[in-house]
């Protein structure tokens, strides 16, 4: 079935923002769905109808017997009934024309019954059919703050104030945890809309975030993501969030590899479909939180915080502890604290006591109290100086005195165009000032010192990559090679290519093999090592014999004709014993390749996203260090390098011991080289593992191979 297009903010405004909005099964029965759904809607600053044929009134509003007797048409329905009247409820709003339709029911697909899944589904088909936008089955509901459309049966979060700017938007598939994440409107979060949608029939985070995106009430995405049947929806609304610029921050559950469980090669085992979905939000612009407790605090600080105007963060304190553990905490998030300018530097001097530190981190100690105007004057100078883009105040003690110090540093921030972070190192967490901080506009509240440098971190990359706009991505490989390729897997025997197959398929897109003969006997080997030139590795060819390494069918660093002898003796016999009907082409005799450093270069065909590439550190550390990098292909020059600098291991690339460092752009270039084989037989293909590349410098070389076709369909 194709995807369906894309809900926008046009199409969900009786969703968004309904004028009329009519509850199906009202009810007096407290505590019912009905009765809590009235009860939210109290403040509804539209026209609210009550349809229920048991009632003529409900308290000082008038009930219907059925939305055809109501005096107009509701945009909006909601149907607090059971799962037994859905039907009924979606018929009566086609015959009235209602635009939209959220069913609380549950009982549907979620029970994995199939008359339950078949039913959701008819309910999908029909409403789409009557253009009907329905959220639900199994949904909590929406809430708008700013309308009053507080379309829920369970407690809604009641904020400190109705949002007057724009505000953070919550789309959640858990109707629980979104909102848990809404009650931060209690503690003062600028928070504008609620937005569940439950088993998704037809709505879902999609359509949300894109209907967000294009909402200029909205100034930012918070979204916590389980996964959905098509992804590739989900970066469509991101792309569009990123064309809006506004900030989408994902927090994505069930992110277990199990998957991948299965899978034939190291690049099946590194290449799970949390690691695509990572990749996927990469790709579209979107930022991940980590962990579930700092999403919200991520979306808001970068709906708050401007394009970075430094590139450096400085910290003023009134704490010693506290600016050590800002020093720590961004050397492990890669946040530079430089130095203060001249000027900034003689401001700290003239105002910070010798006790104290002048520096950045900046101490300017428990003076303040004495000195109040001390704290101002030093924030001022480091925000005006134009290596910081941004201000840290950790606050360490939740009492009033600290309180005004927040709005000062807003204020500050908003005068040179910056950021101002407050850490709450106090574990008083909603103690005095809290919702202080929260709601200054160029102040972002953080409950953790690590989470605030990795949102930072975060801020400064989002910051680049807009800045650099979008790369133009020319294609390395020949133009020929996908034509090469295809023909090449034609002649496969098998659904995993031999090695000498594999490295002809790389070969045709300028991928560096190790040369290779293959000999039939002993004889032909030694005249193959001879050609070669010692030292030698001999390997069985067999397509029954994917992993030779367990099967004992290789033999390294033979220096002689006797070792070549011996050893073609003894990979046979291995063979032989591995697996006795495995079909046997011969040896391969290729030229031991000298040591460097090994890497794995892989790809795989995932179910949901298509082609994706991975690297990692290779040979014997690919399992147990499991230090890669994943992305969509096929990837451009840059998107190859920066996969490389993601590594865990990247310094050994820049130069180990008596190795030479690796010249990351004949490296990008190979990676680049495999994501464009991989996108363009992504029919085809079901893995690639190219497993050492041997580097050292600019020689790299592929010495050994893995492909594996995807079963045929039909």
């Known amino acids: 079935m194709p995807e369906r297009p894309l809900y926008r903010a046009a199409d ?19 505590g019912s769905f009905g009765e809590r759904t009235v009860r939210n809607l109290d403040g509804f600053r539209g026209r609210l109808h009550l349809v229920n044929a048991r009632y003529d009134r409900l308290g000082e509003r008038p009930c219907h017997a059925a939305l055809a007797a109501l005096p107009e048409v509701p945009e909006l329905v909601v149907a607090a009934t059971p799962m037994e009247a859905a039907e009924g409820v979606l018929e009566d709003c086609a015959a009235v024309g209602a635009q939209a339709l959220v069913l609380y029911a549950a009982g549907f697909s979620e029970t994995g019954r199939p008359e339950r899944i078949a039913l959701q589904e008819r309910l999908a088909a029909r409403a789409r059919a009557a253009g009907i936008r329905l959220v639900g089955p199994n949904c909590i509901g929406l809430v708008d703050y700013a309308s009053g459309a507080k379309i829920s049966f369970i407690t809604v979060p009641q904020p400190l104030a109705i949002p007057t700017r724009p ?17 931060a409107v209690e503690a003062g979060a600028n928070i504008g809309r609620v937005l569940t949608c439950g088993n998704s029939a037809d709505v879902d985070v999609a359509d949300y975030v894109a209907a967000l995106a294009e909402d200029p009430a909205c100034s930012g995405i918070a979204l ?33 590899e199990s998957g991948a469980a299965a899978a034939l090669s190291h690049t099946g085992s590194l290449a799970g479909s949390d690691a695509a979905y990572r990749a996927a939000f990469e790709r579209s612009g979107a930022v991940l939180a980590e962990p579930f407790e700092g999403l919200l605090e991520l979306a808001s600080f970068l709906a708050k915080a401007p394009p970075p105007r430094g590139a450096g963060v400085a910290v003023v304190s009134t704490s010693g502890g506290s600016a050590i553990m800002a020093a720590d905490r961004a050397e492990v998030r890669g946040v530079d604290l430089p130095q203060p300018g001249a000027a900034a530097r003689a401001v700290l001097e003239a105002r910070i006591p010798e006790f104290g530190s002048a520096r950045n981190p900046c101490d300017v100690t428990a003076q303040v109290l004495n000195d109040p105007d001390s704290l101002r004057a030093c924030a001022g100078a480091l925000l005006e100086d134009p290596a910081y883009g941004a201000l840290i105040l950790p606050n360490g003690y939740a009492y009033d005195v600290a309180t005004p110090r927040f709005a000062m540093v807003g204020e500050l921030a908003e005068t040179h165009g910056k950021i101002a972070c407050v850490v709450w190192t106090t574990q008083f967490l909603e103690g005095p000032g809290a919702r202080e901080a929260e709601a200054e506009p160029r102040v972002a509240l953080f409950r953790s010192m690590d989470r605030c440098m990795a949102a930072i971190a975060a801020w400064q990359a989002r910051g680049a990559r807009r800045a650099a706009g979008t790369p133009a991505v020319a294609r390395l490989s020949p133009p020929e090679a996908k034509a090469r390729a295809a023909a090449l897997l034609d002649q496969a025997r098998g659904p995993v290519l031999t090695e000498r197959e594999a490295k002809a398929v790389l070969a045709a897109y300028g991928v560096p093999v ?60 291995n063979a032989a014993r591995a697996a006795p009907r495995a079909r046997i082409n011969g040896v391969l005799v290729q030229p031991m390749v000298p040591a460097g450093i090994e890497m794995v270069v892989g790809a795989r065909h995932d179910p949901l996203f298509g082609p994706t590439v991975v690297v990692g550190l290779g040979g014997i550390l690919v399992e147990l260090l499991r230090d890669t990098a994943l992305a969509l292909a096929p990837v451009g020059h840059g998107e190859a390098r920066a996969m490389l600098e993601r590594l865990k291991g990247a310094k050994l690339l820049h130069g180990f011991r008596n190795l030479p460092a690796v010249d990351l752009d004949v490296l990008a270039g190979i990676v680049q080289r495999v994501s464009e084989l991989a996108a363009d037989q992504a029919g085809r293909i079901a893995e690639i593992d190219v497993n050492p590349v041997i580097c050292a410098g600019g020689r790299q070389v592929a010495v050994d191979a893995l492909i594996a076709l995807a079963p045929p369909h039909g």
């Open 12 to 30: 969900l405004r009786a969703l968004l923002s309904p004028q009329s909005i009519a509850v199906v099964g009202a009810s007096a029965r407290a």
């Open 167 to 183: 505000a953070i938007g919550i789309v959640s598939q858990s109707g629980n945890l979104g909102f848990a994440l809404a009650q």
């Open 224 to 256: 916590l993501f389980e996964g959905m049947a098509a992804p590739r929806r989900l970066l469509e609304a991101a792309e569009i969030a990123w064309a809006h610029d506004k900030p989408l921050v994902v927090h994505k559950l069930a992110t277990g």
């Open 514 to 573: 190790v040369a290779e003969t293959l000999a039939a006997d002993a004889g032909a080997a030694v005249a193959a090592a001879e050609a070669a030139g010692y030292p030698v590795v001999l390997k069985v060819e067999s397509p029954d014999l994917p992993h030779k390494t367990e099967a004992g069918v290789i033999r390294l660093n033979l220096a002689d004709a006797a070792a070549v002898r011996a050893g073609f003796a003894e990979v046979m016999a």
